[in-house]
């Protein structure tokens, strides 16, 4: 006795392969969001070591770090011949705040690696360090794979280490120049003395800012954000860094977003590309003075230290800013403006609720 054997139809095998589809449509979104939720997860552990690390400095030393560390003392650079004539250039870049709590943070032997009596920026005997990556500098959900070439390439490295997490510099532009009388009305938590003249000023030693000169409270007091680094190619966004030495920087305590166009048409593209260097405030430090995300050109006047620097990220709706307490929030993009100005700035006194 024969048994019919019976198949798929063409239409069922449709419908299966239909449902099958409507499914992995379903379930993709979730995947993908489950895994921004580690990136972010994983972002904010960063945020949380780095915060750490400052604290650790400050009961060290007294004070948090300096946002820029001691001026080199040795000649910097290869020497220069000149006939019988041999010239040694002194450098002046000194290590930036992320350079500086690196002990903190059992990173001790990368630190160790550094010279900082020769400057971390173009001189041989730091140039090795200065190429290392430091996993916990780097946000999970920024994919670029933008890296800043290294010119004084003499120890065989190609790049500068990286970072997407930068210093709070205050909320107003020009709050960098905090050893100028704006005491800490606008700034953050970090003392940015840049010109060799202020640290000579100081008798060589950079000032700190201590917990008690943080008037407003810790917990509204913004210490580091996120950043997102620039881009080396023609896929430029608001992030790169505009010229803008004709700029309107004022120290106006609700200061207005700047222009959604800078005056300078140069364009610093290495954001978070060296975060071994002070000295420029595109590579370790951003501020208040627009909302996380804007939709504005960052703009800096090289000449004066001065600028706006957004804190920006790849997480949807927001970024990750970790707080003085140690504490580490999530700010959407929609927080009002003023409220964020104000988280940037350490004792102005003035009251807000903090999101």
Not at 113 to 131: I, S, W
Not at 251 to 258: A, C, G, L, M, Y
Not at 301 to 311: E, F, K, N, Q, T
Request: with cysteine; aromatic share 10%.
């Amino acid at each position: 006795m024969s048994r019919s054997r019976r198949g798929f139809t063409l239409i069922e095998l449709l419908v299966v392969i239909a449902i099958i589809a409507v499914l992995i449509g379903l379930l993709l979104p979730a995947v993908q969001k489950v895994r921004e939720a580690a990136a972010r997860a994983k972002c904010q552990n960063n945020l949380k070591q780095i915060c750490l690390a400052a604290h650790n400095y400050e009961s060290s030393t007294g004070g948090f770090p300096p946002g820029a560390g001691k001026l080199p003392v040795q000649p910097s650079g290869p020497p220069v011949v000149s006939g019988a004539t041999v010239t040694f250039p002194s450098g002046t870049s000194r290590p930036s705040v992320q350079v500086l709590i690196l002990p903190y943070v059992e990173q001790a032997s990368l630190y160790n690696l550094y010279k900082l009596d020769y400057d971390v920026h173009v001189a041989p005997e730091n140039e090795l360090p200065r190429a290392q990556e430091v996993p916990f500098f780097l946000c999970p959900s920024d994919l670029s794979d933008a890296k800043q070439a290294n010119t004084t390439n003499t120890l065989g490295s190609s790049f500068f280490g990286r970072s997407n997490y930068f210093a709070n510099a205050g909320r107003a532009p020009s709050a960098l120049n905090d050893a100028e009388g704006l005491g800490g009305v606008y700034a953050g938590i970090f003392f940015i003395e840049y010109t060799s003249q202020q640290v000579i000023k100081f008798g060589g030693n950079p000032r700190q800012v201590k917990i008690l000169d943080i008037a407003d409270g810790t917990s509204n007091t913004a210490m580091f954000s996120e950043i997102k680094k620039g881009q080396k190619n023609s896929d430029r966004d608001y992030w790169d860094v505009r010229n803008d030495s004709g700029g309107n920087y004022t120290n106006t305590p609700d200061q207005v977003d700047p222009p959604a166009n800078c005056a300078g048409a140069l364009t610093y593209s290495y954001a978070g590309l060296q975060y071994s260097r002070a000295g420029t405030m595109w590579t370790e430090f951003y501020n208040h003075t627009v909302v996380p995300n804007s939709k504005t050109w960052d703009c800096v006047d090289p000449s004066l230290v001065r600028g706006y620097i957004g804190a920006r990220s790849y997480h949807s709706g927001g970024v990750n800013v970790g707080f003085a307490d140690g504490s580490i929030r999530f700010i959407t993009d929609s927080i009002e403006a003023r409220t964020w100005r104000l988280m940037g700035s350490r004792s102005d006194g003035l009251t807000f609720t903090a999101p």
